[in-house]
């Protein structure tokens, strides 16, 4: 068959890109089209999103796409980073440019919440992790602090706002939904007895849900002649839930750690997981492709190293991974380990000071050099990891044999011996751009081109493109 091509806008934090998937009927391969900075710019004292310089940037780099595979194009699919949002008037225009989820607005909102609805029923209601920037707390700090709220005819997660900016249609679709803390996996719907309580009115919630892997327009007219007829399809637009579909298995129960600045290992089940245990243990139930559970638990990834890289950048000793490799190969093993998730390394101005001081102060050997810093950030990452899966275990009831490690981290060779070492299991790395290939397999569902996500990882589990 002629290649067909799926666009993948993956949006991030930090960056955006346009990648394409070329499909010629048994193989996928990925090529970068675009990329951009998406820094946030600062209004008064809060970090917003610039949503149109972005979408702005999104067209630009499917217009590039359209100049390279024409007629090839199928569709384009959009998926971001969860729990941020915009709102919109009764124009349709946005209200404000979004808040960023690390704004201090949100400080002290999740006291405020539980003041009105327990924590321990918001988890039961919702099976998400807390943390401070949910969008839960977001909306709570709208409420505190004049926002924009009681005029939002509206809400849009991000990936949506931007599908509504290519087609005029508005919908929620439940991979990011579920990130909000206020969505209920067990009725698949929102939960208006939390909402109701923080006193957040639901009229801006009547626009329902877009499924994974349908089809919710094609783009507005006055587009078409720029970049042509698209159809827009609802992928699964929360990152990790597009990397989780492009888990290269056939498992029953995929075992997975999505690897980068955050890590995310889980599992994939059928049904949420919402018990006083899940609760103590403070995992996450978001919702995958096909109605399915990413049970999991966000740690703190790489986010260690590069803090420590900058720090060292700036006093003129920095190294390349590859030289910090060769000297924590010479390190000392399992003479460091310490938690990689203590408050300590949130936000510090010197990564490598905080982690001594925090050594310090528990008692544990502090690292006396650079490649010594390196092995035990990993080491230290990879017990976590090990720590995380017996919890999923007892927790689910599975038990783990395989770990697919997908995203960026997944080239780390070293993190990837040490995961297999600390838990026992068999590790398989990559792919490296499986946000990219999960966001394109559900257009390709959506075409008709395969017929479910199991067949679409079975194509990357032979063809293993990356």
Excluded at 55 to 61: A, H, L, R, S, Y
Excluded at 69 to 79: K, P
Excluded at 414 to 419: E, G, K, Q, S
Aim: glycine share 10%; aromatic share 10%.
């Amino acid at each position: 068959m002629a290649n067909k091509t799926y666009l993948a806008v993956d949006l991030g934090a930090g960056s955006g890109r346009v990648m394409a998937a070329r499909y010629n009927g048994k193989s996928i391969a990925l090529e970068e089209v675009a990329r951009w900075n998406s820094a946030p710019v600062k209004v008064g004292d809060s970090f917003h999103w610039d949503a149109p310089a972005i979408f702005n940037d999104i067209v630009c780099g499917v217009r590039k796409a359209r100049s390279l595979y024409g007629d090839e194009i199928v569709s384009l699919g959009i998926d971001t980073w969860g729990v941020d949002y915009g709102l919109l008037g009764g124009d349709g225009k946005l209200l404000n440019l979004p808040y960023i989820y690390r704004d201090a607005r949100t400080g002290g909102m999740m006291e405020k919440v539980f003041e009105k609805v327990p924590k321990d029923e918001i988890y039961a209601l919702t099976g998400i992790q807390f943390m401070f920037f949910n969008t839960l707390y977001q909306l709570m700090a709208e409420l505190e602090g004049g926002g924009n709220i009681d005029k939002a005819k509206d809400f849009l997660m991000m990936p949506d706002l931007f599908a509504y900016m290519f087609t005029g249609e508005k919908f929620n679709e439940r991979t990011n939904a579920s990130t909000t803390q206020f969505y209920n996996p067990f009725k698949r719907d929102w939960d208006f007895s939390i909402l109701d309580r923080i006193g957040v009115g639901r009229g801006m919630f009547n626009n329902g849900f877009a499924e994974c892997g349908t089809v919710i327009g094609k783009v507005l007219p006055e587009l078409r002649s720029d970049i042509g007829g698209l159809n827009v399809v609802a992928v699964a637009s929360h990152d990790t839930a597009s990397a989780v579909a492009a888990t290269p298995t056939l498992e029953e129960v995929p075992a997975y750690i999505n690897s980068g600045t955050w890590c995310l290992p889980g599992l994939e089940l059928s049904e949420p997981i919402a018990t006083p245990e899940a609760f103590k243990e403070n995992f996450t139930n978001e919702v995958g492709v096909g109605g399915t559970i990413r049970f999991l638990k966000n740690v703190t990834g790489m986010w260690l190293v590069q803090k420590c890289k900058e720090a060292w950048q700036r006093e003129g000793r920095d190294m390349s991974y590859s030289e910090l490799e060769e000297a924590a190969a010479r390190a000392e093993p399992g003479r460091t380990i310490f938690d990689t998730d203590a408050p300590d390394f949130v936000m510090p101005d010197d990564m490598p000071k905080a982690i001594e001081n925090y050594c310090s102060s528990h008692s544990i050997p502090v690292p006396r050099n650079q490649g010594e810093m390196f092995r035990s950030i990993q080491e230290s990452i990879a017990d976590k990891y090990a720590k995380v899966f017996k919890r999923l275990e007892r927790l689910s009831g599975k038990k783990v044999s395989q770990i697919n490690v997908m995203g960026g981290g997944s080239r780390d060779a070293m993190l990837n011996r040490l995961t297999q070492e600390a838990t026992g299991c068999k590790v398989v790395a990559g792919p490296v751009e499986s946000t990219a290939y999960g966001n394109a397999l559900v257009q390709m569902m959506a075409s008709g081109d395969i017929s479910s996500l199991r067949e679409g990882r079975s194509i990357l589990a032979d063809n293993r493109a990356d």
